[in-house]
């Protein structure tokens, strides 16, 4: 059904889009992920959406405990409507509820901060599977909870005085770094699969039609799903 709906639906946008759907579509990954915890800064938010969205990293997990997720539209220019975000939020522990379903998928959960048992970004091993990354609030940083049920720490090396970077500095950086070294690694599926593709480029379709909703019931309609 999916298909179908995606070929009626695509008549209502230009073959120029549908092409440059296509393009990205072929650069996306779900081998990385972003996990963003508790995120006070808009700004900061923002710019980590960003670089998922320039970087082909199309899956974001955002927990929400104290703090409410929200995007700066003058720094995120749009990338957010083009990254698939999961809120956690309204649990008993938003935290514990994101982590347990990342590995029930299959993920390592990677805490980036310095840690003891902490691992620099370019010895970072990509090969042993996918993993998502943990960035955590700009003052109190990665809660206990997650560095407790952390498969592994990872940290950027520091030349200067200074102990840290700034979240989105910090989130650009390791992205950069390791989805480059994944598109470079030959043993290492990225892509996603054909049904990821085919969800995706559905909401990218749907989110570039004014009432889309309205001509995707017609739809079914007609094709007697309703």
Known sequence: MKSGLIAYLSEFITPARL????????????????????????????????SCDCLGIQHVHVIENRNKFRISKDVSLGSSK????????????????????????????????????????????ISKGKFALVFGSELPGISDTILIKAD??????????????????????????????????????????????????L???KKSIKQSNLLEMRYLKDAGKT
């Not at 963003?36 to 700004?43: G, N, R, Y």
């Not at 998928?105 to 980036?112: C, K, L, P």
Request: neutral net charge; aromatic residues 10%; hydrophobic residues 35%.
């Open 82 to 125: 083009w990254l698939t975000i999961k809120k956690h939020k309204g649990g008993e522990n938003n935290s514990l509820d994101t982590i347990n379903h990342l590995k029930q998928e299959g993920y390592r959960i990677i805490a980036t901060t310095p840690h003891k048992n902490d691992c620099l970004l370019q010895d970072f091993d």
């Open 152 to 201: 592994g720490f990872l940290k950027i090396p520091v030349y200067g005085f200074t102990e840290s970077y700034n979240i989105s500095v910090s989130a650009a950086v390791i992205l950069f770094h390791l989805s480059q070294k994944m598109r470079d690694h030959s043993g290492i599926n990225w892509r996603l699969s054909e049904k990821e593709k085919e969800e995706i480029k």
């Open 19 to 50: 092409a440059l759907f296509e393009k990205v579509l072929q650069e996306r990954t779900s081998y990385i992920t972003v996990v963003l915890e508790d995120i006070f800064q808009p700004q900061n938010a923002s710019a980590v959406l960003r």
């Open 203 to 205: 909401e990218w379709i």
